[in-house]
Structures are given as C-alpha cells and as structure tokens.
C-alpha cells in the first residue's frame, strides 16, 4: 500500500463508517480492485481495515467530545454517591454511558468468540458481502415503514441497548453495516432518525477504538517506519472525512429517511453479484 491508496482508503472508510451503506464492504471492494489483499493471508487486511478505524474512532470523539466529557464527568459524580444512592437516581448522562457500555457486550463476546471467521476468507468474498447489502437494505426498508420515529435519547433504556448492542454486533457480517443495523434497530423500537444514529455513534466507539487497538497492538513488530507513516496518513484522512460525514448524516435524518441509502445499498449488491467474482 502506498501514499495514495492510504489516503483513498482513508477517505472510503470516512465517508462509509457512518453512513448505513458498509465501510468494511467498501474497503474490502477498494483493496480488491487495488490488488492490496493478499488470498494468503487475510487477516492481514482485517487488521488494517480495524486499524483505519482509528481514525474515524477519533472523529466521533471529537465530534461528541462535550457529550461524553459530560458522560464522564456525570459518571464519577454518580458512582461516588453508591451505594448510598439508588441506579434509578442516576443523571441522565450516568445512564446513556451505562447504557453504551451494556450496549457494547454483544458485539465484544462475538468478535472474540468468531475471530478466526472475522479474520478469514469468508468475510473477503464479494458475494456475501452483496446478499447482505441487499439483506440489510431490505430490513431498513421495513424499519422506515414500521418505526414510530417518536422515542428520544432520552428514553432510552436497557432493553433498548441490549438489542441495538445485539444489532451492532450483526454488523460484523461484512456488508451488513455497524452504522446501518444500529440504526435499523433504532427505528424497530421508535427512535428518532436522529437519536438512532447518535446513539449508533457513540456505540460504536468503544468497539472500533478496542478493536484497532489491539490489531495494532498484534501488528506492531511487523510494521516498519514506513507502514506507519502509511498507516497514519489512512488514519487522519479517515479521521477528516468521517467528522464531516457524522455531521452532514445528522443534519441530513431531520428531515430526510434513509430511502437514498436503501437503494444504493441493494444497486450495489446487485452490481457485485453480476459483475464481480
């Protein structure tokens, strides 16, 4: 990989992460056609695509960083009071960071336990990759039908995170998309279009963050100064464009569905499964 391929690589993953389309399907697209997956050993693009992540990890840091300061800060508040004081008298903020955490369980206990799958062949294949592009954007269909759309974050509660968190962790199908089956799950139980992308958002964040985390950790004696350098200009490329996209999404589910992205998610499965093998 060089210059150019990290920093388009980069720009995919920014763009895709957030929107309910699948950064991992369109970085896995972008690598075949660039020649960067190696059928030997696909974990090696596994770990990149993770590493990358990083970068859009640190956008919706950023991007939500009063959010989460206020989390944190509403957290130690809280927990200094137990047990004296009762869960149920929590701050709001104590709560959703609670509930990110619970919401974070699934997604952690299925990545270890199909590591090896992940990490595998199977997770490369452009036909899988289609039918659940093509699955998924059907699913979202439905939840734009039958949502409610009148739930706030507010409201959320634990069941609510068990089954968004169950949802994320479907998400490690490549193709299904972490952004679009938490989002989905959102509007099955009556959340905003808004609200369910920001809690998909902020769910996310200790799941990319750990993951690439530790595959950087795992690489790390094999990386030259020159991987890190191309590395690190995929990272902050992701970084730039994902910040913008989170900003440009939620502004964009006041006042529109997610129709756009049903059709270009079922267009481009169709158009794998016709043109690519």
């Given at each position: 990989?060089?210059?150019?391929?990290?920093?388009?690589?980069?720009?995919?993953?920014?763009?895709?992460?957030?929107?309910?389309?699948?950064?991992?399907?369109?970085?896995?697209?972008?690598?075949?056609?660039?020649?960067?997956?190696?059928?030997?050993?696909?974990?090696?693009?596994?770990?990149?695509?993770?590493?990358?992540?990083?970068?859009?990890?640190?956008?919706?840091?950023?991007?939500?960083?009063n959010d989460l300061l206020s989390m944190l800060r509403s957290s130690v508040?809280?927990?200094?009071?137990?047990?004296?004081?009762?869960?149920?008298?929590?701050?709001?903020?104590?709560?959703?960071?609670?509930?990110?955490?619970?919401?974070?369980?699934?997604?952690?206990?299925?990545?270890?336990?199909?590591?090896?799958?992940?990490?595998?062949?199977?997770?490369?294949?452009?036909?899988?990759?289609?039918?659940?592009?093509?699955?998924?954007?059907?699913?979202?269909?439905?939840?734009?039908?039958?949502?409610?759309?009148?739930?706030?974050?507010?409201?959320?509660?634990?069941?609510?995170?068990?089954?968004?968190?169950?949802?994320?962790?479907?998400?490690?199908?490549?193709?299904?998309?972490?952004?679009?089956?938490?989002?989905?799950?959102?509007?099955?139980?009556?959340?905003?279009?808004?609200?369910?992308?920001?809690?998909?958002?902020?769910?996310?964040?200790?799941?990319?963050?750990?993951?690439?985390?530790?595959?950087?950790?795992?690489?790390?004696?094999h990386l030259s100064q020159g991987d890190l350098t191309i590395l690190a200009?995929?990272?902050?490329?992701?970084?730039?464009?994902?910040?913008?996209?989170?900003?440009?999404?939620?502004?964009?589910?006041?006042?529109?569905?997610?129709?756009?992205?049903?059709?270009?998610?079922?267009?481009?499965?169709?158009?794998?499964?016709?043109?690519?093998?």
């Amino acid at each position: 990989m060089n210059s150019l391929d990290a920093i388009l690589l980069g720009i995919i993953q920014g763009i895709t992460e957030f929107l309910p389309i699948s950064s991992t399907a369109h970085l896995t697209l972008a690598g075949r056609f660039l020649g960067l997956i190696r059928a030997d050993a696909p974990g090696e693009w596994t770990a990149t695509i993770a590493i990358i992540q990083l970068g859009t990890a640190g956008s919706i840091l950023a991007y939500f960083r009063n959010d989460l300061l206020s989390m944190l800060r509403s957290s130690v508040s809280d927990l200094r009071e137990l047990p004296r004081a009762r869960l149920e008298g929590f701050r709001a903020e104590t709560k959703l960071a609670f509930l990110i955490v619970v919401g974070t369980v699934p997604i952690v206990l299925l990545g270890l336990l199909l590591k090896r799958v992940i990490e595998g062949t199977l997770t490369k294949d452009p036909t899988v990759i289609a039918w659940s592009l093509i699955l998924l954007a059907m699913v979202l269909w439905w939840a734009e039908r039958k949502g409610r759309r009148t739930r706030t974050l507010a409201d959320k509660g634990l069941k609510d995170a068990v089954l968004v968190g169950l949802a994320q962790a479907v998400a490690l199908v490549p193709g299904a998309s972490r952004s679009g089956t938490t989002i989905t799950a959102g509007l099955f139980l009556g959340f905003t279009r808004e609200a369910a992308a920001r809690f998909s958002f902020l769910l996310s964040i200790p799941a990319v963050l750990s993951s690439g985390l530790y595959q950087l950790y795992e690489v790390r004696a094999h990386l030259s100064q020159g991987d890190l350098t191309i590395l690190a200009l995929a990272v902050v490329s992701s970084g730039l464009t994902g910040y913008a996209a989170i900003a440009l999404l939620l502004r964009y589910l006041k006042n529109h569905s997610t129709m756009v992205f049903i059709v270009y998610r079922i267009l481009l499965g169709v158009c794998l499964l016709l043109f690519v093998q």
